[in-house]
């Protein structure tokens, strides 16, 4: 695995745009694009407004790593950040810039570049917020030294990360999907679509290969070419973030396809969203 594959993926693949018909369907009206997206998003997952509020970004130079089509940083700004932006991607670098310059919110700046390299002088942010991203790298331990290289040193790292004790994970990818992949592997061998992919992703590796947590995982979390992807609990978040201590964690949004499990009232022990709030280690 390397960071040109990963850049490549989330190049073609815009975080979420396929849940609104992708951009290019707009006819270069990233306003609407924009509008539709942001509707899209915190219907689905209003639990973002609601962590975003509880966190104090006013006056607080921040760095995002990771933007996707910049929702989170509009209203991370509109709560009075000075914010900065990265992302892998110039897609998503240049959709974000769009953003915000057609709802006249100043930046510190936009920049396309890697987490693990980091173009910012040491010391340089109150808060490093990444929403969705971080369990994407796999050199982490590298990106968590350059975060905190960053980060003041009464600064503050807020990540959200997919959660290994969640029901997306327990029950649904490591059982649902594994024994469904396995039935329409022997009755739909040319089936077409996302099943369709994993079952070429499955023909390419072998099944039994291919059903193995190592492999499987990335293809199920951001869709079946997701190049990678990790899942933590807590005691991950420490082995991964060891120049870091967790202050606050909770788990957010009730999530595992093909299960109809939305309304279940077990978001706080079995989310699939894991926040984390860090601080740096001295």
């Known amino acids: ?8 993926f989330w190049q073609d693949y815009p975080c979420g745009e396929d849940f609104v ?10 306003e609407r694009f924009f509008e539709n997206y942001d509707k899209f998003r915190y219907a689905k997952e209003p639990h973002i ?3 975003l509020k509880n966190i104090d970004f006013e006056g607080k130079r921040t760095l995002e790593i990771g933007l996707g089509q910049g929702a989170d940083a509009e209203q991370i700004i509109r709560r009075g950040a000075d914010w900065f932006g990265l992302d892998l991607t110039h897609e998503s670098t240049k959709r974000v810039q769009v953003r915000l310059n057609l709802r006249k919110l100043k930046t510190g700046g936009i ?3 890697s987490a693990v390299a980091m173009p910012f002088a040491d010391k340089s942010f109150d808060i490093v917020f990444s929403h969705g991203v971080l369990h994407h790298i796999p050199e982490i331990k590298t990106a968590q030294k350059e975060i905190h290289r960053v980060l003041k040193p ?3 790292l807020i990540v959200m990360l997919y959660a290994k004790n969640s029901l ?11 024994l469904g992949l396995i ?3 022997l009755i739909k061998p040319n089936a077409n679509g996302l099943v369709g992919q994993h079952i070429k992703n499955a023909k390419e590796k072998g099944l039994w290969n291919y059903l193995k947590m190592d492999n499987f995982i990335h293809r199920n979390t951001d869709g079946a070419l997701n190049p990678y992807s990790k899942v933590y609990d807590q005691r991950e978040v420490e082995r991964d973030f060891p120049n870091f201590k967790i202050t606050k964690s909770y788990k957010r949004f009730m999530h595992a396809p093909p299960l109809p499990v939305t309304k279940l009232p077990f978001e706080k022990s079995l989310g699939w969203h894991l926040w984390v709030h860090l601080k740096p280690k001295i």
Not at 168 to 178: D, E
């Open 21 to 30: 018909g992708g951009a290019e369907n707009y006819q270069a009206d990233y």
């Open 154 to 156: 009464d600064g503050e």
């Open 49 to 51: 407004l609601e962590c």
């Open 168 to 178: 997306n994970y327990r029950l649904s990818i490591s059982f649902v999907r594994r």
């Open 1 to 8: 695995m390397n960071e040109t594959e990963i850049q490549n």
């Open 111 to 113: 920049i396309n570049g």
């Open 183 to 185: 039935g329409m592997y």
